[in-house]
């Protein structure tokens, strides 16, 4: 059975974009060196048009493409419409380049949705980070995007120059007053021939490794969830180029929103057991696609449980419930 795809993404790397950010490489994170045209976005869609089965949406990343000249954008978004199976465009931007006139270029070619770089709501974690924006850049874009009608997706980082697991939690909770419709956290990677590279050789960046980085997103996740705000990604898309030495250090990893995950669930066990305590015996149940979370990489959580609450035994079991909840059964014997 051929799977369904949904979003085609379209790379514009660093097309727009007016500041060389000291995290980012493009070619690196995208795999893509090539700026993207209108031929780009016509070989993309229709290499992703056997997958579709049905609606689907075109994607442009990689770029802040409210920066792009204006006859660039019109050629890109008009070669997206060309295709009936297209219902609804997305593009990914800066804050500090979105404007009345920028908006009302994208509604005109049928955008619907607008994903905002943030990064960060602390003015010296930006100003670190080499960004050129500030806080209140992010404050105005955001509503303007609502106003005008368009879906508003924030994108956040973490572990940043200059920042530390409160601010972070700081700027996760202000971009939750904005209202989002749902958020990328991307925790920092250290990406060879970046300024944060040279930064990290030289001592003056110390990065979050993947253990900080899943401790720390575990602490965002349920601020956005709780809010109703669904958190779209988490981490980098894993690449070849990635996967295969680019990146040095940070949080980098191919399956780290799963790791993300396994940790809230161990979080939760954890919360409830200590209210149980002392036990010696817990059944731990979930709704049958949280399994895999709860019982963590290779059993791993329901180890740490078990040591750490003294258990004799430990397991996990199904039924079907409301994803993400978990209920305990627990007995002294």
């Given at each position: 059975?051929?799977?369904?795809?949904?979003?085609?993404?379209?790379?514009?790397?660093?097309?727009?974009?007016?500041?060389?950010?000291?995290?980012?490489?493009?070619?690196?994170?995208?795999?893509?060196?090539?700026?993207?045209?209108?031929?780009?976005?016509?070989?993309?869609?229709?290499?992703?048009?056997?997958?579709?089965?049905?609606?689907?949406?075109?994607?442009?990343?990689?770029?802040?493409?409210?920066?792009?000249?204006?006859?660039?954008?019109?050629?890109?978004?008009?070669?997206?419409?060309?295709?009936?199976?297209?219902?609804?465009i997305?593009?990914?931007?800066?804050?500090?380049?979105?404007s009345?006139?920028?908006?009302?270029?994208?509604?005109?070619?049928?955008?619907?949705?607008?994903?905002?770089?943030?990064?960060?709501?602390?003015?010296?974690?930006?100003?670190?980070?080499?960004?050129?924006?500030?806080?209140?850049?992010?404050?105005?874009?955001a509503?303007?995007?609502?106003?005008?009608?368009?879906?508003?997706?924030?994108?956040?980082?973490?572990?940043?120059?200059?920042?530390?697991?409160?601010?972070?939690?700081?700027?996760?909770?202000?971009?939750?007053?904005?209202?989002?419709?749902?958020?990328?956290?991307y925790?920092?990677?250290?990406?060879?021939?970046?300024?944060?590279?040279?930064?990290?050789?030289?001592?003056?960046?110390k990065?979050?490794g993947?253990?900080?980085?899943?401790?720390?997103?575990?602490?965002?996740?349920?601020?956005?969830?709780?809010?109703?705000?669904?958190?779209?990604?988490?981490?980098?898309?894993?690449?070849?180029?990635?996967?295969?030495?680019?990146?040095?250090?940070?949080?980098?990893?191919?399956?780290?929103g799963?790791?993300?995950?396994?940790?809230?669930?161990?979080?939760?066990a954890?919360?409830?057991?200590?209210?149980?305590?002392?036990?010696?015996h817990?059944e731990?149940?979930?709704?049958?696609?949280?399994?895999?979370k709860?019982?963590g990489?290779?059993?791993?959580?329901?180890?740490?449980?078990?040591?750490?609450?003294?258990?004799?035994?430990?397991?996990?079991?199904?039924?079907?419930?409301?994803?993400?909840?978990?209920?305990i059964?627990?007995?002294?014997?």
């Open positions: 059975m051929i799977p369904k795809r949904k979003i085609i993404p379209i790379f514009v790397p660093h097309l727009g974009c007016p500041n060389n950010c000291v995290f980012c490489n493009q070619r690196k994170i995208s795999g893509s060196l090539v700026p993207a045209d209108a031929e780009t976005v016509r070989r993309e869609i229709e290499k992703a048009a056997p997958f579709v089965g049905g609606e689907a949406e075109a994607a442009f990343y990689g770029g802040s493409f409210t920066a792009i000249d204006a006859g660039l954008q019109e050629q890109l978004l008009s070669a997206a419409r060309e295709y009936d199976f297209i219902k609804s997305r593009v990914s931007t800066r804050p500090d380049k979105i009345s006139a920028a908006l009302s270029l994208l509604a005109d070619y049928g955008v619907t949705a607008v994903e905002l770089g943030a990064q960060s709501m602390d003015g010296e974690v930006l100003r670190l980070s080499g960004r050129g924006h500030g806080p209140d850049d992010t404050r105005r874009a509503g303007e995007i609502k106003k005008n009608g368009f879906k508003l997706i924030l994108q956040m980082m973490t572990g940043l120059p200059g920042a530390d697991e409160d601010s972070d939690a700081a700027t996760a909770l202000e971009l939750a007053g904005l209202g989002p419709d749902g958020v990328r956290i925790p920092t990677v250290v990406i060879r021939d970046t300024p944060l590279y040279d930064m990290w050789l030289g001592g003056t960046y990065a979050h993947v253990d900080e980085a899943v401790a720390l997103c575990a602490r965002i996740v349920p601020l956005f969830e709780e809010r109703g705000i669904p958190v779209i990604r988490l981490g980098l898309n894993p690449t070849d180029e990635l996967s295969g030495g680019q990146a040095v250090a940070g949080a980098y990893h191919p399956a780290f799963e790791l993300v995950y396994s940790r809230m669930f161990y979080c939760r954890a919360d409830q057991l200590k209210e149980l305590a002392p036990v010696s817990a731990i149940y979930v709704d049958p696609s949280d399994v895999s709860m019982t990489h290779g059993r791993n959580n329901l180890t740490e449980l078990k040591k750490l609450f003294s258990l004799t035994d430990i397991r996990v079991k199904s039924r079907e419930m409301h994803p993400g909840s978990i209920v059964s627990a007995f002294l014997r």
